[in-house]
């Protein structure tokens, strides 16, 4: 089952969320928060890239976070909750800032 959370004040924006490409950069991480890797997986010798789908507020925060392809629920949930707690910088078209939709990767890998 995929990973889907947004909070509770979404902001709308006419025209909708942007994509990287074209008059629209990619932005800075700035905060990075490694994910969890639940033991269970570890003992399920569970790995793999799980593949996240992150809408960037404004202000740079993760506002929502869909899985796009996940491994299995116990990663794809721990990835999904690393990425909600990342800030990035504002994207900014035009010289103000706009919503962005942003495809991001979380590794994990058995040691």
Not at 20 to 35: C, E, F, K, L, N
Not at 40 to 55: N, Q, Y
Not at 81 to 106: F, H, I, K
């Amino acid at each position: 089952e995929a990973v889907s959370r947004g909070s509770q004040s979404e902001r709308l924006v006419v025209g909708g969320p942007r994509r990287i490409g074209g008059d629209i950069q990619a932005p800075r991480r700035i905060v990075h928060v490694s994910p969890e890797y639940p033991q269970a997986a570890r003992d399920a010798k569970l790995a793999g890239t799980v593949i996240l789908e992150a809408r960037i507020g404004l202000d740079g925060a993760v506002e929502h976070v869909n899985v796009l392809r996940g491994i299995h629920p116990l990663l794809d949930e721990s990835a999904a909750d690393a990425v909600e707690q990342w800030r990035y910088t504002p994207v900014l078209y035009n010289g103000s800032p706009v919503v962005t939709l942003l495809t991001v990767t979380v590794q994990f890998y058995l040691q």
